[in-house]
């Protein structure tokens, strides 16, 4: 019995050390990369690129592909992620600010529908692509041990499983940027007007709107619950933060104001502006189907409008001020 006790504790030492050496060197690859979304390249690249940043653009796909920083103003960067949620974007503030890196001003989307209860949205499932910053990172262990995954918590004390899945998108990243994928940008990506767009925008709100029917009209509390965590981020570290709902094709009315009905609240509590720019009767221009790429996806025509027109409002809640 001894023996086997033996020889078990050493497999365990040697299974051990194998991950702790490969998972090191893992998470050096990943610091290393300076491009992509899903494996904190675009992160990198921010917190690597020199210059000051007045503005910070957070949010999903509609900012990453919605807002031209430079159509906004100066020194502004667009660290949107295509995909994720508030709990990204408050981990990410908390990484800026141990990193002395957090910029004056937050610009923040909200997508209101992404409030409801849904399986599409997973209240705390986005910060899982912050896997090196685990360990170190509060707000990062939080929202990871707190997903849908009962179990988070015992499997990433593995180093190599917190890379399950994305390997293949980590050392393609890595290769880009050793490749010269530092090019100075401002974060800002966009799709380019095609002739199929009117009917891909069609196709996919009846898409969007049948599974938006579907989700609950309840508001998940523990989402409301990351964006006050966010919101008081902001106040300690006092930063100016303005919430905008990008426009989008697709409506499913009593849906979208249910949850607005949550969020407005908080927003008030906390004197933070909010522009909805899904007031297509202030933005008319913004339905023509020329400037759209999906149902909730603009073109880099209908980006440049967005963003005069956010730089429009922003200019009036500079001057209320």
Known sequence: MKKILVFLLIIFIILLSI???FGTLLFNVNDYVKCGDNVGGKLNFYLWKKGNTNTLLLGDSKVEFGIIPDSIGSEVFNLA?????LDFHSSVLEILEHKNKLPKNIIISIDPYQFLESVDFPAFDSSISLR?????????????NSGKDKYCYFKWQSYLYRYNSVLPTLFI???????GALVENDGFSCFKKTNTDSLRVVLTVKEKEARIVKYSD????????VLKDLLDQCK???LSIIVIVPPTMHSVKKKYERSMQSIKPLLKQFNVPLIDFNDFQKYPTLTNLSFWYDSEHLNLDGAKLFSHYLKEELETIKKSI
Do not use: M, S, W
């Open 236 to 238: 300690e570290n006092n």
């Open 81 to 85: 992620h295509a995909g994720k949620l």
């Open 132 to 144: 090196q910053y685990y360990d170190n990172e509060p707000l990062v262990k939080k929202y990871v």
């Open 218 to 225: 309840n508001v998940e509390p523990l989402k409301i619950e």
């Open 19 to 21: 991950d702790r050496i």
């Open 173 to 179: 990243n890595a290769y880009k940027t050793h490749k």
